[in-house]
């Protein structure tokens, strides 16, 4: 008990001792002025991110490689998560052929299906949006991702787990999806670098626009623009990309939660 | 600049995040079953993220860290720059609460699989079955 206090006490301590040198002032801290002054800074594009929003273009820009290390966490969480909860295909199919026949109608009363019907589509839509303007408007990958997750969530709880494997959301397709979102964030990061091959000089990893100290023929850089979308380099690509992963490994833990203690014990030959 | 009122307020916001810092360690450290204690971690984390975007706060900011047009002129970023909050720690929250969320799931996987193997989430009978 006596350790617990001191621990206690400690972390208080520490807690409060961290804080007290900030308090709101009128002034940025220079860091952050650099960044909200070189984000869309079109007259001086050495350091720009090609973005107008700040948090964006330091998430995946200045401190991209940050970023990417984060969804690496991520990658080991899911992947720890499926890992322990593993089963063979054929299992769960037999075991689902075994529960046929005992089996009524599912789900919860038909207001919450119409409801749950109309929201999904909602919800979704508003997820692709998120993670498509991630680069001009708050929001990114990640918080679409997590709310394109609430989606199947609803519909397991609505109707069951069987509705949306029928939409083609089983294990092994988010899966599938999860490692082609992994896969392209780290070949957008890659790009810059493999562009050695055809001569290009002064590149670095997670690039996005040219930089001026650079040799030539320097890196040209990712698109800004395409006509009037406005696409600010990698920023755009690497939203959708960790869009479809956050997606598809949060809705993968729901499927795996949603699958019945009474598979799991039989599995475990209890 | 900052009224008595704004100090207070400043002061009370600290000390209720302090106090839940407080509580949630507790739960951490002294419950003794997982499901609690993995409940008070997210709420840690939950209030550290608090914490952060409070430090972040400017006097006198009137705008989120996002400009509102793609061709800005100088004295658009100027103004910009002049009353937008600091976006740092919302860039360093915005990564802390994906890997919290993540953390978490793993989290209660982990222990769905240790209660269906011991029929038990209570750390003192947890720590008894070994081998």
């Known amino acids: 008990m006596a350790s617990t206090i001191v621990l206690f006490v400690l972390t208080l301590v520490s807690v409060a001792l961290g804080a007290t040198a900030f308090t709101p002032s009128l002034d940025l801290r220079p860091l952050a002025e650099f960044y909200l002054e070189n984000c869309l800074n079109q007259f001086n594009k050495d350091l720009w991110a090609a973005s107008p929003e700040a948090v964006t273009s330091m998430l995946w820009d200045y401190r991209g490689l940050d970023t990417v290390y984060e969804t690496t966490v991520f990658f080991l969480a899911i992947i720890g998560s499926v890992a322990a909860f593993r089963f063979g295909e054929a299992f769960l199919r037999s075991y689902e052929e075994s529960k046929r026949k005992q089996r009524r109608e599912e789900g919860l009363s038909l207001i919450v299906k119409v409801i749950t019907r109309l929201t999904f589509v909602l919800i979704v839509a508003l997820s692709i949006a998120i993670a498509l303007h991630g680069h001009l408007t708050p929001g990114g990958g990640f918080q679409a991702g997590s709310i394109f997750a609430v989606a199947p969530l609803l519909a397991i709880a609505a109707f069951s787990r069987r509705f949306v494997e029928e939409f083609g959301l089983t294990k092994n397709t988010c899966l599938a999806i999860r490692t082609t979102g992994l896969i392209t964030i780290a070949l957008i990061a890659l790009i810059p670098l493999l562009s050695i091959a055809l001569g290009f000089t002064g590149v670095f990893i997670i690039q996005n626009q040219p930089k001026p100290w650079a040799l030539q023929p320097s890196f040209p850089g990712f698109p800004v623009y395409l006509g009037p979308i406005w696409l600010a380099g990698t920023l755009i690509l690497f939203n959708v990309a960790e869009f479809l992963t956050v997606a598809s490994g949060f809705t993968l833990l729901f499927i795996l939660l949603s699958l019945p203690e009474d598979f799991f014990r039989r599995l475990m030959g209890k | ?131």
């Open chain 2, 1 to 131: 600049m900052t009224s008595i009122l704004g100090q207070i307020l400043w002061l009370y916001m600290y000390g209720v995040l302090l106090a839940i810092v407080s509580i949630s360690i507790y739960g951490v450290v002294v419950r003794p079953h997982i499901l609690k204690k993995i409940i008070a971690l997210t709420i840690l984390a939950d209030t550290a993220n608090t914490f952060m975007i409070f430090i972040g706060y400017r006097l006198g900011a009137t705008v989120p860290p996002i400009l509102t047009t793609l061709n800005p002129s100088p004295s658009d970023i100027a103004t910009f720059v002049s009353s937008a909050v600091d976006p740092v720690p919302q860039c360093l929250v915005i990564t802390a609460i994906v890997i919290n969320m993540a953390v978490t799931a793993l989290l209660i996987f982990l222990s769905i699989q240790a209660y269906r193997l011991y029929r038990t989430l209570h750390v003192k009978e947890l720590s008894r079955l070994r081998g």
